[in-house]
């Protein structure tokens, strides 16, 4: 019968000697010059990643992603991929696509109304800049809201969802940085 062994840091081997039909949670670290996942785990008997035999193609598009090892005759030393937990943040992700942009882009660099704008408070100072007069600014879209700038983007949906999109993303706070939610998933 094959259990599962939850990852415990104050328990780095949560199982002793022989790993044989247990089911450990780890991480895709990166891939070696070869292609070979490595992979790492609570329980490693190694300091660096380890690495593994898959049951399926992984790519660099794995790289974090959250797997399901068993270990050949048990050695914790001989990691096995034997699938990937479903994470719905990352399928939410890479089915995430850009909206349209509202704007054709000039040969200048220069953003264009596709259709004629309507009536709007927003003062233009140059090319550039953009100002709103007032205290309180509201952006109002019936289905969503997209805000985005070369590979990043911020989404608003009427649901309820925001997507944060980027290469690098940085929260930093003077005061609490809190993060409120059903359930929170980190990596």
Known sequence: MTKSVAADPE?????????????????????????RPRVDFNG????????????????????????AL??????????????????PLDE???NFELA?????ITDGGEEVPKEAPKQ??????????VYVD?????????????FKCGKASITL????????RGTYLLSRSTGVNRILGGSVQVN
């Open 11 to 35: 328990n780095p081997a949560p199982f002793a000697g022989n790993a044989a039909g247990i089911i450990v949670l780890g991480f895709v670290v990166d891939l070696d010059d070869q292609g």
């Open 44 to 67: 490693n008997p190694s300091p660096v990643p380890l690495v593994a035999l898959t049951t399926s193609p992984i790519n660099k598009g794995h790289i974090s992603k959250q797997v």
């Open 70 to 87: 068993l270990f050949n005759n048990g050695d914790l030393s001989q990691p096995v991929i034997m699938g990937f937990i479903h994470n």
């Open 92 to 94: 939410l992700l890479e």
């Open 100 to 104: 349209p942009s509202e704007y054709n």
């Open 120 to 129: 709007t408070e927003i003062k233009r100072q140059d090319d550039n800049q």
């Open 134 to 146: 007032g205290k309180q600014v509201c952006i109002e879209g019936a289905e969503e809201v997209t």
């Open 157 to 164: 949906m009427k649901s309820g969802k925001i997507l944060i």
